[in-house]
């Protein structure tokens, strides 16, 4: 299975992005997609998840509802909106496919190959 993320870019803070993350292969009703972040200097963090099945959505306490994360079954794509950018929303943007849900990196095992954010102030 491969993962490609695409959409980031160099917003200004209040502005939004969508990032997209479209996979090659199956994508099964059990599996989970994730989006992580990496900060310059940090390790990767949980950014939301969604149940490929059921469509349950997961999302990290810090977002404060400012990130939407989705999916296109059809399109085998899952997708960030992200809104009320701030500039410490700024990290490398990550999806990933896992057979269980989890906000750590090791709960999935396939990986796309990021995409940057950068918000200025």
């Known amino acids: 299975v491969q993962l490609q993320a695409s959409g980031g870019g160099l917003v200004q803070a209040g502005d939004s992005l969508r990032l997209s993350c479209a996979v090659s292969?199956?994508?099964?009703?059990?599996?989970?997609m994730g989006w992580f972040r990496q900060l310059p200097g940090k390790e990767r963090e949980f950014v939301a998840a969604?149940?490929?099945?059921?469509?349950?959505?997961y999302y990290a306490d810090f977002l404060e509802g400012r990130f939407t994360i989705s999916r296109d079954n059809a399109k085998n794509t899952v997708y960030l909106q992200m809104i009320s950018l701030k500039p410490e929303d700024t990290a490398v943007y990550y999806c990933?496919?896992?057979?269980?849900?989890?906000?750590?990196?090791?709960?999935?095992?396939?990986w796309g190959q990021g995409t940057q954010v950068t918000v200025s102030s």
């Open positions: 990933a496919r896992g057979n269980s849900l989890g906000n750590l990196p090791k709960s999935y095992n396939s």
């Open positions: 292969g199956r994508i099964f009703s059990s599996h989970v």
């Open positions: 969604i149940r490929w099945g059921t469509g349950a959505r």
